[in-house]
């Protein structure tokens, strides 16, 4: 459903933007010695993740998105199966579902505001092994 090529293809599968193919996190989300560490560039296509100084500063406006989310993900599903439940019960579950999902949401926020910038490029692989200085100077 979610095809290679696609956005979404490189937002859950948490790939590069570019390529489709090279890993942009150093590590899981939840591992925590790695959590939200993105990669200097892509290993397949070269692509270099931070495009300027600051880049993934705008992803906490993703983040704050994701968060509204989710909050009104909770409100909706606690009005169809929980509706006699109080505000407490409601402010208990998003506070809980907030802080187990946080590093998910940190790392989605990042691989969601490079796809605005970065699009799928499916001959990206091919001009990396032709232009890539470390390529060249390995055949000779
Ligand atoms: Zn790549």
Request: charged share 20%.
């Amino acid at each position: 459903m979610i095809g290679k090529g696609t956005k979404l293809y490189s937002i859950f599968r948490m790939k590069c933007p570019r390529c489709h193919e090279g890993d942009f996190y150093k590590g899981h989300p939840y591992k925590f010695s790695t959590m939200g560490q993105v990669k200097e560039k892509c290993d397949k296509c070269g692509l270099k993740y931070s495009i300027e100084t600051s880049f993934f500063t705008g992803s906490y406006y993703v983040v704050y998105a994701l968060g509204v989310a989710l909050f009104v993900t909770i409100w909706v599903l606690k009005l169809l199966f929980f509706p006699e439940a109080g505000p407490g019960a409601l402010l208990l579950t998003i506070f809980i579902s907030l802080i187990v999902l946080s590093p998910l949401m940190y790392a989605l926020s990042k691989i969601i505001w490079i796809n605005f910038f970065i699009h799928y490029d499916k001959n990206a692989l091919k001009k990396n092994f032709v232009t890539s200085p470390s390529d060249s100077t390995t055949k000779k």
